[in-house]
C-alpha cells in the first residue's frame, strides 16, 4: 500500500473525524426516540428519526474500533510497542477518569432528577457520586458506587483491545504475512462469519451494557472488528481492492439497510414466526445484519481512500479543518453528550416544535464542544485530563493523533 509523502493516512484523519461528528448527531437523536432507553427523553418523538438511526447503529461504533486499529498498526511501523503503550494508556486512561469525576456528573444528575430520585442541588450530589461508599441511589450501584463512563465506555474498552494486541502483536504481524496470498473475498467471508456466530451465540445470553466486564457479545463483535482493522491494515492489496470495489460495498450496504427497514414496519410480517426462528431463517437474518454491518464499513473505507487522502480537499483546501479535528476531537468526544443532556434539560420548558429544538441543540452542543476544548487547549493540567499533548509540537500530523485513537 502506497503511503503519502508525509507518511500520512489524510483518509483515516477524515473518517475518525467524521464518524465522531455522526456520534454528536447521533446522540441528539436518543434524545428524541421512544423505543431506546437514554438518560432523559424529549416529550416528543419521531419513528422517522429512529429509522434514520438504525442506518448508523448496527456499525458507528464498529467503524471507530476498525479505524483505531488500523492507526495502531501503522503506527507499530514508526514506534515501539512498550511507546505506543504507554502514549495509548496516558490518552486513554487519564481522559477517562477525569470524564468519569468531572465531565459525566452532570448527566447522572440530570437523570435522577428527571426520574425525581433526588432533590435538587449538583455540588451535594457530586460529593455523594464520588463517595464509593454512598448510600445514595443503592439500586444504580456499581462496585465503585455511583461512579460510571456513560458514554466514555468507549475509551476503556478501546485500551484493553489495544493492550491485548500490542501484547499479541509479533503473532499478528506473522499472520499478516501469511494472510497476504489470501483473497479479500476470503478475508470478508470470515469475518462475516465472525459477526454472525457473535450475534447467534452471545447476543441474547449478554446483551449490551457497556460495562466492560460481562459485555461478551460487545466484545465478542469489537474484538474481531479491531484485529480485522489490524490486519487489513497490513495487507495493502485488500485496501486497493476495497477502494476499488467501493461502490459494490455501497450498493449491498444499502440493499441490507432497506431489508432491516422493511422488517422493522412489518413487511415480512406475513412469514410465519416457526422460519424466524429456524436455523435457515435465524442464518438468513445473520447473512444480512452482517453484510450490512461489513459493507457500510468497507465502504467508507474505500471512498475516503479515493477521496479523502489528501492534505487538502474542495472544503478544507489548506488543511486547517483536518489539523483543527484531529487535536480536538477527544475533547468534542468527551464533552458531547454532558452539554447535549444539559442544553436538552434548558431548552425543554419552552416547549419548542421539535425541528427548532433540534437544530438549537446541534448549534449549542457544537458551540458548546468549541468553546470547552478552547478552555482546555490554554493550561498544560487541562490537557493532560483531556487527553491533549501537554505541550504542543509544530508539524506533527497523523503520527501523533493515529497512536492516540
Given at each position: 500500500?502506497?503511503?503519502?509523502?508525509?507518511?500520512?493516512?489524510?483518509?483515516?484523519?477524515?473518517?475518525?473525524?467524521?464518524?465522531?461528528?455522526?456520534?454528536?448527531?447521533?446522540?441528539?437523536?436518543?434524545?428524541?426516540?421512544?423505543?431506546?432507553?437514554?438518560?432523559?427523553?424529549?416529550?416528543?418523538?419521531?419513528?422517522?428519526?429512529?429509522?434514520?438511526?438504525?442506518?448508523?447503529?448496527?456499525?458507528?461504533?464498529?467503524?471507530?474500533?476498525?479505524?483505531?486499529?488500523?492507526?495502531?498498526?501503522?503506527?507499530?511501523?514508526?514506534?515501539?510497542?512498550?511507546?505506543?503503550?504507554?502514549?495509548?494508556?496516558?490518552?486513554?486512561?487519564?481522559?477517562?477518569?477525569?470524564?468519569?469525576?468531572?465531565?459525566?456528573?452532570?448527566?447522572?444528575?440530570?437523570?435522577?432528577?428527571?426520574?425525581?430520585?433526588?432533590?435538587?442541588?449538583?455540588?451535594?450530589?457530586?460529593?455523594?457520586?464520588?463517595?464509593?461508599?454512598?448510600?445514595?441511589?443503592?439500586?444504580?450501584?456499581?462496585?465503585?458506587?455511583?461512579?460510571?463512563?456513560?458514554?466514555?465506555?468507549?475509551?476503556?474498552?478501546?485500551?484493553?483491545?489495544?493492550?491485548?494486541?500490542?501484547?499479541?502483536?509479533?503473532?499478528?504481524?506473522?499472520?499478516?504475512?501469511?494472510?497476504?496470498?489470501?483473497?479479500?473475498?476470503?478475508?470478508?467471508?470470515?469475518?462475516?462469519?465472525?459477526?454472525?456466530?457473535?450475534?447467534?451465540?452471545?447476543?441474547?445470553?449478554?446483551?449490551?451494557?457497556?460495562?466492560?466486564?460481562?459485555?461478551?457479545?460487545?466484545?465478542?463483535?469489537?474484538?474481531?472488528?479491531?484485529?480485522?482493522?489490524?490486519?487489513?491494515?497490513?495487507?495493502?492489496n485488500w485496501w486497493l481492492k476495497v477502494i476499488a470495489h467501493r461502490r459494490w460495498f455501497m450498493l449491498a450496504a444499502m440493499l441490507c439497510y432497506s431489508l432491516i427497514i422493511a422488517d422493522r414496519n412489518g413487511l415480512f410480517d406475513s412469514i410465519p414466526a416457526s422460519f424466524g426462528?429456524?436455523?435457515?431463517?435465524?442464518?438468513?437474518?445473520?447473512?444480512?445484519?452482517?453484510?450490512?454491518?461489513?459493507?457500510?464499513?468497507?465502504?467508507?473505507?474505500?471512498?475516503?481512500?479515493?477521496?479523502?487522502?489528501?492534505?487538502?480537499?474542495?472544503?478544507?483546501?489548506?488543511?486547517?479543518?483536518?489539523?483543527?479535528?484531529?487535536?480536538?476531537?477527544?475533547?468534542?468526544?468527551?464533552?458531547?453528550?454532558?452539554?447535549?443532556?444539559?442544553?436538552?434539560?434548558w431548552l425543554k420548558p419552552l416547549a419548542l416544535p421539535m425541528g427548532i429544538e433540534a437544530v438549537l441543540l446541534i448549534i449549542l452542543t457544537c458551540l458548546g464542544c468549541w468553546a470547552g476544548f478552547e478552555l482546555v487547549k490554554r493550561f498544560r493540567l487541562s490537557r493532560w485530563l483531556?487527553?491533549?499533548?501537554?505541550?504542543?509540537?509544530?508539524?506533527?500530523?497523523?503520527?501523533?493523533?493515529?497512536?492516540?485513537?
Open positions: 500500500m502506497t503511503l503519502t509523502a508525509d507518511n500520512r493516512r489524510y483518509d483515516l484523519d477524515w473518517l475518525r473525524t467524521l464518524a465522531f461528528g455522526l456520534l454528536i448527531l447521533y446522540h441528539i437523536g436518543m434524545y428524541y426516540v421512544a423505543d431506546w432507553g437514554w438518560h432523559i427523553k424529549s416529550d416528543t418523538t419521531s419513528d422517522v428519526l429512529q429509522n434514520l438511526m438504525i442506518l448508523t447503529n448496527p456499525w458507528r461504533m464498529s467503524l471507530l474500533f476498525f479505524i483505531s486499529a488500523m492507526a495502531l498498526a501503522l503506527a507499530q511501523q514508526r514506534s515501539s510497542r512498550l511507546s505506543l503503550f504507554g502514549l495509548r494508556s496516558n490518552r486513554l486512561l487519564i481522559p477517562l477518569l477525569c470524564g468519569m469525576f468531572i465531565v459525566v456528573v452532570p448527566q447522572v444528575y440530570f437523570e435522577a432528577l428527571s426520574q425525581q430520585l433526588i432533590e435538587p442541588g449538583f455540588i451535594k450530589f457530586w460529593w455523594q457520586y464520588i463517595n464509593p461508599n454512598t448510600a445514595l441511589l443503592p439500586e444504580h450501584h456499581s462496585p465503585i458506587g455511583l461512579l460510571t463512563w456513560n458514554h466514555l465506555w468507549f475509551l476503556p474498552y478501546l485500551w484493553c483491545y489495544s493492550v491485548l494486541v500490542l501484547l499479541g502483536a509479533p503473532l499478528l504481524n506473522t499472520l499478516a504475512r501469511l494472510l497476504k496470498p489470501l483473497p479479500g473475498s476470503i478475508a470478508l467471508l470470515l469475518v462475516m462469519a465472525a459477526l454472525i456466530a457473535a450475534w447467534w451465540l452471545l447476543k441474547q445470553a449478554y446483551p449490551s451494557s457497556h460495562a466492560l466486564v460481562d459485555d461478551w457479545y460487545n466484545h465478542g463483535k469489537y474484538f474481531v472488528v479491531f484485529i480485522a482493522g489490524y490486519l487489513f491494515a497490513l495487507q495493502g426462528e429456524s436455523v435457515s431463517g435465524r442464518l438468513i437474518v445473520g447473512v444480512v445484519l452482517a453484510l450490512n454491518h461489513w459493507g457500510w464499513i468497507l465502504a467508507l473505507i474505500g471512498y475516503a481512500g479515493r477521496y479523502l487522502n489528501k492534505p487538502a480537499t474542495k472544503l478544507d483546501k489548506d488543511g486547517s479543518l483536518l489539523r483543527y479535528a484531529n487535536n480536538a476531537i477527544l475533547p468534542w468526544y468527551m464533552l458531547h453528550q454532558t452539554l447535549i443532556i444539559v442544553f436538552a434539560v483531556f487527553g491533549l499533548k501537554v505541550k504542543l509540537a509544530a508539524g506533527r500530523g497523523y503520527q501523533t493523533t493515529a497512536a492516540q485513537q
